[in-house]
């Protein structure tokens, strides 16, 4: 049937059943939209074209999408959202329909994943041919934020499918593709982020395939598939020198990553050499501008687990430093305080802000919770930048979320957050990431604070723009303001502490391992970054020289790689692999600690020394072996062990290392007195003492604030 109408007439009959739906009387606007359908004599100009009913519905549907998105733009959501459930009504198939009502149905938090399993919203998508690409992104986005595990393969068939549908393939990867960073907060979808990744690789333009090839060699490692790491890793090698300079040098930092996680130190010490010839090439090359300062970030970063040459790497942090900063800050126009104005003088509360993407089950968050725990609410104002997490993780919310004032959780847009902490006008910005995410980098080098400190999370990360690095009197030595560009600000005792951590039941016993109870039991529980070959080395000496001892070591990476080194190394040194036990990892931090009672000794790891580890070793009362370097990570059980007022056994080379793990094992009595003065410190050590330490970070925070303060009235006069 055809119906002759006059469409500015039938304009007024849509929007008179909008009217409807937004005075909440929905069945009149139905009445209303289905009127023309259905009344012939409804136009006067008898000359008007005359319109089937398909033509009908198509200008209905295209007038409630518009009304819809005229609601939204005047920022009044929930009437857009019930002109979008009519709409859905009036036309089921209509893809960007569905799309305009799911997307503001994430917003009222009454959209479940669950729908990916329809199959009447799958059909939608499958007989779709026009796709809006921008509502398509949006709802990716809003839909990966609310991803559990039992969605995992809806989703992924989900991301397969409109993958085939769009045509703007560069844009699908660089919309999808930075989505993973949020599955990948979530260690149980570890494993969907990979996957999505692959069907990015598979539709990536040529020009394009290298970044996914990186995002893919992360995610691998993360989700620690060693049929993938070391194969993406070479993939990324190999395509990087085919590019050019600047993604060979990405290139060469991704495989090193991936040996590193593997634990294939067979190849890794020739790498690392190979990619520290990189590095030097790449900052004498005068043709930088052109490369992406995410990329160049970290590229330093796994050499601190190779050697303890803290000068030279600090040379080459600084000088990439100033690279990325130059590219960061040329990339937009954004305003530092460096270049704006100085703001007056405070009286009020100090705004403290802290950016960070590890404050949830990460070293940086199990270890950081306190200082928020405990922070003068009534003279700080706290707010945390969740970069790259949502807010829906309960260790978060208990530790983190709701002990501040304010807390933003943000996508990994650099400018977008620094212009973020302008807004919010805070005063000093604490860094707990370094060099862990190039997003947090790129932010502080924008200086969108008057006062940037970087703390905890690593060592400094060499950005110009940072002011201050917390320290403490030992885990840097005395001469490092000699090659540290940032200024060291060193508290009096001891730059972190805690409380205690929580425990769980002990899991495990000696028997389980085939390890008689009158043995004594050393335990390496690092991760594969760790496990240098020379280190390894000097406890295979120890076991060597410890009748009926045992080593106990967690398989942290790839189980054929470890037990590969190992077993050269025992063969080197000449103890019987018998003598060795390979444990896989606890399945959480708490039975990890109630498990320490196996062990009678802990021994560190060398370069890179344990942080949390060494924490939880101290707490439990086990005594370890660690050797001291010049490094800020080859310093850290050292300083934690002087704090707890334990200098049974430090050592300050190869054959004290040696020398204190055999005095160790061998007299019980001396075990017994430094597990005395272990569990004493409980009740001493500033190391324990996580309100005191609070009060020492907020006096250092005020300090800073008056130097800054001088310097701007030096500056006014």
């Known amino acids: 049937m055809l119906v002759a109408i006059d469409n500015t007439l039938l304009d007024d009959y849509w929007q008179a059943g909008v009217d409807q739906v937004l005075a909440g009387q929905e069945e009149d606007a139905q009445a209303i939209w289905l009127t023309p359908f259905f009344d012939n004599e409804f136009s006067a100009d008898p000359d008007s074209r005359a319109m089937s009913e398909e033509q009908l519905s198509q200008s209905l549907t295209d007038y409630l999408l518009n009304a819809v998105d005229e609601q939204i733009i005047k920022g009044k959501v929930s009437e857009a959202y019930e002109i979008a459930k009519c709409l859905q009504t009036v036309a089921p198939t209509n893809v960007n329909g569905l799309l305009r009502l799911v997307n503001i149905s994430i917003q009222f938090n009454e959209f479940s994943p669950a729908a990916l399993a329809d199959t009447s919203f799958i059909e939608v998508f499958q007989q779709a041919s026009d796709i809006d690409p921008d509502l398509l992104y949006i709802f990716i986005t809003g839909i990966t934020k609310l991803l559990e595990e039992h969605y995992a393969a809806a989703y992924l068939d989900f991301i397969k499918l409109v993958a085939d549908k769009i ?27 990979t996957q999505v990744l692959e069907v990015c690789l598979a539709y990536a333009p040529d020009n394009f395939r290298f970044t996914v090839l990186c995002d893919l060699a992360d995610s691998t490692i993360q989700e620690r598939d060693y049929s993938k790491i070391v194969p993406i890793g070479e993939q990324c090698y190999q395509e990087g ?150 807010d829906n993780h309960k260790f978060n919310h208990k530790f983190f979320r709701d002990k501040v004032d304010v807390a933003h959780y943000l996508k990994n847009e650099s400018f ?152 050269e190394l025992a063969e080197e040194v000449g103890i019987s692999m018998e003598q060795l036990r390979f444990i896989q990892p606890d399945p959480d931090e708490m039975t990890h600690r109630a498990n320490l009672q196996l062990a009678d000794v802990v021994l560190d790891t060398f370069p890179y020394n344990g942080a949390t580890t060494t924490l939880e070793t101290l707490w439990m009362g086990v005594p370890m072996v660690t050797k001291v370097g010049q490094a800020f990570v080859a310093r850290n059980s050292y300083t934690f062990m002087q704090s707890v007022g334990v200098t049974e056994g430090i050592a300050y080379n190869d054959d004290e290392y040696v020398d204190w793990g055999v005095k160790l094992g061998t007299d019980l009595a001396l075990r017994q007195h430094v597990m005395g003065k272990l569990l004493h410190s409980r009740k001493t050590s500033p190391l324990w003492n996580a309100r005191s330490f609070t009060l020492e970070m907020e006096n250092a925070y005020r300090q800073m604030w008056e130097i800054y303060q001088s310097q701007v009235l030096a500056q006014q006069k």
């Not at 540290?484 to 028997?511: C, H, M, N």
Request: charge should be negative; include cysteine.
């Open 167 to 193: 045509t703007d393939t560069q844009r699908f990867i660089c919309e999808i593709a930075p989505q993973t960073s949020f599955i990948g907060r979530n260690l149980d979808l570890a494993h969907l982020r």
């Open 241 to 390: 020198h085919r590019l050019g300079d600047v993604e060979q040098f990405c290139g060469s930092h991704r495989l090193l990553a991936a040996l590193m996680e593997a634990g294939e130190w067979q190849r890794i010490l020739a790498m690392a050499k190979q990619h520290q010839q990189l590095i030097q090439t790449f900052i004498a090359q005068k043709n930088i501008i052109t490369a992406d300062a995410g990329a160049i970030l970290n590229s330093s970063y796994f050499l601190n687990y190779v050697h303890d040459e803290p000068r030279l790497l600090h040379h080459f942090r600084d000088a990439m430093g100033d690279i990325c900063s130059q590219l960061v800050n040329s990339a937009q126009n954004f305003t530092s305080y460096n270049n704006y104005y100085q703001s007056p003088p405070k009286t009020k509360a100090l705004r403290i802000g802290y950016i960070a993407s590890t404050l949830y089950h990460h070293s940086v968050g199990w270890l950081s919770r306190w200082l928020f725990n405990y922070h003068d609410r009534s003279n700080f104002e706290i707010f945390i930048y969740h970069v790259g997490q949502t």
């Open 416 to 567: 977008e957050i620094a212009d973020l902490i302008r807004r919010d006008e805070i005063d000093i910005l604490i860094d707990m990431d370094s060099l862990a995410l190039s997003t947090t980098y790129e932010v502080m080098c924008l200086k969108p604070a008057p006062v940037s400190v970087t703390w905890l999370g690593w060592d400094t990360s060499g950005c110009p723009e940072v002011d201050y690095f917390i320290a403490d009197p030992h885990v840097l030595p005395t001469d490092a303001e000699e090659y540290y560009r940032t200024k060291i600000w060193r508290l009096p005792q001891t730059y972190l502490a805690v409380d205690g951590f929580e425990i769980q039941v002990p899991t495990k016993r000696r028997s389980d391992y085939q390890i008689p109870e009158d043995a004594v039991v050393y335990l390496c529980a690092q991760k594969s970054y760790k496990h240098h070959p020379d280190i390894l080395r000097l406890q295979m000496q120890i076991i060597k020289q410890v009748p009926n001892s045992y080593l106990l070591v967690k398989m942290r990476a790839n189980p054929e790689s470890l037990m590969k080194i190992y077993q």
